[in-house]
Nanobody, 115 residues
């Protein structure tokens, strides 16, 4: 059973930065599709950033130029660097991985952007 564990959320002021981490203890990453999604007050889970096979990346329109997804397959970790945060980035952020054809989600980490 694959377990994804997120960390790094918290409260930050507008314009600030946070880095989220997602790791899967006991699981070896290679080039599995992995990504970050978020669920805000509208209660829809939407794409934030995705790292696909071959380490190609794509981003949601609202975060392009501000967020960066990166990964280290040796450390089995995926990060989301979030810069220039805005109030509308406030949401629960979830890590998602597709491993051996199965979709796994983390438990979520809260990010709140407020002054």
């Amino acid at each position: 059973q694959v377990q994804l564990v997120e960390s790094g959320g918290g409260l930050v002021q507008p314009g600030g930065s946070l880095r989220l981490s997602c790791t899967a203890p006991g699981t070896v990453f290679s080039n599995e599709p992995m990504g970050w999604y978020r669920q805000g007050p509208e209660n829809q889970r939407v794409l934030v950033a995705h790292s696909t096979l071959g380490a190609n990346t794509n981003y949601g329109d609202s975060v392009k130029g501000r967020f960066i997804i990166s990964r280290d397959n040796v450390e089995n970790t995926v990060w989301l660097q979030m810069n220039n945060l805005r109030a509308d980035d406030t949401a629960v952020y979830y890590c998602r991985a597709v491993i051996d054809g199965n979709v796994y989600w983390g438990q979520g980490t809260q990010v709140t952007v407020s002054s």
